[in-house]
Structure formats: structure tokens, C-alpha cells
């Protein structure tokens, strides 16, 4: 009982330190806001730069524990990417208007011009990134969503294995054919953005660090800011994977 216990109060630790780490992060970041002139717009909002720069450390955590064989760590990255992915998804219904859903831009037509020298877009989100943006979330859906359901058959076995004990084969096999895809999702996501950052000069490092666009010829919304409360749901939806599988369950 007493090791129960004391296991679960690491996990809580191990979690709180994630948290705080990404937080402090992205606090020096914030202060750099000050220095920006005020008749640039912001676009994205505080907490979704820690979503994206906790994504980004997540992920490359967990290639490196999965490569490395520390499965238990590879599992404490997994749930805080699961618990990214589910605040991102509800941001993009209530958060700002650049983290919604209804600001992404699905036109297949732009997309197919959208590398082409006379193509011109009067919105932030370009046809492809929309795309890339939402595969990528999709991908890493259902690879932590399968990791619960998969097992190494010798040291390891997800926390939901017992459920579906006849269909963890089945499981494992779509966690390591995904793995595959959030590889070249994130070559071409790197491509990406030195194309824009370099090529197009469309400053996209400046936007994803700083929050604000310096591009002025597109249309922009000035948007309320929901730092607070977008800080509020990110903590408690990488917290409640931590609860729900590792102390309820």
C-alpha cells in the first residue's frame, strides 16, 4: 500500500515538473512581447505556444525513449502528449480565433497552387499548413491513444491492456506503423518551415515564438486574449491522463 502510494506521488511529481518546466519555458518568451510594436496583431495566443513548443519536446522525448527501450518514461511522455492533444482539440472549439477549427483554411484548390511563384493568400493559415496541422493532430491521436492498448511482450504492457487483451497485437502493430508517419510528418513539417522562414521570407519562427504577425498584407482579426484560461485547461488536460491512468486505474 505504502508503495502504491508512493508511486502515485511520483507520477504526480513527474507530471507537475512537465507542466512547470514547459511553463517557465515560454515565460521568458512572454517578456520579449513587450519589445514588439504595438500595431502588429497577435495571432497565436500564449497558450498555444506552449502547446506548440511542449509538442515539440514531447515528441522528441518520446522517439528517444522508444528508441532508448525506457518504455515506463516513454509512457509519462505519451500521456502528456494525449493530454496536449485533447486541449488542443477543445481550443480549437473555445480558444482564440486563430487556434479554432473555423479559421483553418481546407481549400483544395489553393493547395495545389499554393507553392507556385504567383500564389497569394489573404489569410494566416495557408491551405497546406490547415492540412498538416490537422493530420499531424490525428497522428499523434491515435498513436497514444493505441499505446494504451499495446505491449512489448517481455517488460511492458500499456495501462488499457487488460480490456482488450485478444486485440493487443492488433494494437501494437497500428503504434508502430504510425510511428512511421509522425516521421515524415515532421521532416515535412521541418521542410515547411525553412521553405516559408527562408524562401517565402514569411517570418514563421517570429510568429510561432513571439505570438504576432509582422506581415501586413493579410487580413487580420484582433483577437481577446484567453491566456489565462487557456494556461488553466492546457494544465488540467495533461493532468487528467496522469489521474485517470495512473491513479484511478
Not at 491521436?141 to 492488433?170: C, E, H, Q
Request: aromatic share 18%.
Amino acid at each position: 500500500m505504502l508503495i502504491a502510494f508512493h508511486h502515485s506521488i511520483s507520477n504526480l511529481l513527474f507530471s507537475c515538473y512537465i507542466n512547470l518546466w514547459l511553463l517557465l519555458h515560454l515565460m521568458a518568451f512572454e517578456k520579449m512581447k513587450k519589445k514588439i510594436n504595438n500595431e502588429k496583431l497577435m495571432i497565436w495566443d500564449f497558450s498555444l505556444r506552449i502547446f506548440h513548443f511542449g509538442l515539440i519536446l514531447l515528441v522528441m522525448g518520446s522517439i528517444f525513449t522508444a528508441k532508448a527501450d525506457l518504455l515506463s518514461i516513454h509512457e509519462y511522455f505519451g500521456l502528456c502528449l494525449l493530454g496536449l492533444i485533447f486541449f488542443r482539440i477543445i481550443w480549437g472549439f473555445v480558444g482564440t480565433y486563430y487556434s479554432r477549427f473555423e479559421s483553418f483554411n481546407f481549400s483544395l484548390e489553393k493547395a495545389l497552387t499554393q507553392f507556385s511563384k504567383d500564389y497569394k493568400s489573404s489569410s494566416v493559415r495557408t491551405p497546406i499548413g490547415s492540412y498538416s496541422t490537422l493530420v499531424f493532430l490525428i497522428v499523434i491521436l491515435v498513436l497514444t491513444i493505441s499505446g494504451l492498448f499495446s505491449s512489448d511482450d517481455i517488460l511492458y504492457d500499456g495501462p488499457l491492456t487488460f480490456l482488450m487483451p485478444k486485440y493487443i497485437n492488433f494494437w501494437t502493430l497500428i503504434h508502430n506503423i504510425f510511428h512511421y508517419f509522425l516521421y515524415s510528418l515532421t521532416i515535412f513539417h521541418l521542410v515547411a518551415i525553412c521553405y516559408y522562414q527562408f524562401f517565402k521570407k514569411n517570418m514563421i519562427i517570429q510568429r510561432i515564438v513571439y505570438g504576432y504577425s509582422k506581415t501586413l498584407d493579410i487580413d487580420l482579426v484582433l483577437i481577446k486574449d484567453k491566456s489565462m484560461k487557456g494556461i488553466l485547461l492546457l494544465f488540467i488536460c495533461v493532468f487528467l491522463p496522469f489521474i485517470i491512468f495512473k491513479i484511478v486505474i
